[in-house]
């Protein structure tokens, strides 16, 4: 009962801090912070997309959000904002699929996106102009996962291309 008891107390006493992440960078940033803070915070968790991220740090539900927002999407107020890097898009290309030599090789064939910065719906609005049959994953792994069941091509952060890479793959 006692060591129960300084348990209770020691995790009452623990600092929380509250950080929300997209999906696709929740592995890094959850794993950085535990290791980073260790026992001397609690680490409270939210993944969800980033603009409902960035309304909670706004509303006070959380502290922290590592997301990915492009320069119009950021609020001229009440945030504070650190660039901790960029990420390029890269052009996943399937073990056994078929690369994308030239852009008027786009012309019908499907490609399957996943933007961390929001503005995916755009995106695919020009992939269609282009010729091709824009796809829509909510999540990096998804992305990868449709591309290698399909053999299609698939334009996400390069970031996440090279976490999930196969043998084979480009």
Do not use: W
């Not at 912070?33 to 991220?53: E, I, P, Y």
């Not at 992305?143 to 698939?154: E, Q, T, W």
């Amino acid at each position: 009962v006692a060591a129960g008891v300084a348990e209770a107390h020691e995790t009452a006493n623990t600092p929380r801090v509250a950080v929300g992440t997209i999906a696709s960078l929740a592995p890094a940033v959850f794993t950085a912070l535990d290791q980073r803070l260790g026992s001397r915070a609690q680490v409270v968790q939210r993944t969800d997309h980033g603009r409902s991220l960035l309304q909670a740090v706004l509303d006070g539900a959380l502290d922290a959000a590592v997301v990915c927002l492009t320069s119009d999407q950021i609020p001229t107020a009440g945030v504070h904002r650190i660039v901790l890097g960029r990420d390029p898009l890269a052009l996943f290309v399937p073990n056994g699929g078929d690369s994308l030599r030239a852009p008027s090789r786009l012309r019908n064939r499907k490609l399957i996106l996943n933007l961390t910065s929001g503005d995916v719906r755009s995106f695919a609005a020009r992939v269609a102009r282009a010729g091709g049959r824009p796809r829509i994953a909510q999540t990096a792994q998804t992305a990868l996962a449709m591309a290698r069941a399909s053999s299609d091509l698939a334009l996400l952060p390069a970031s996440c291309a090279r976490a999930d890479q196969r043998d084979g793959e480009a």
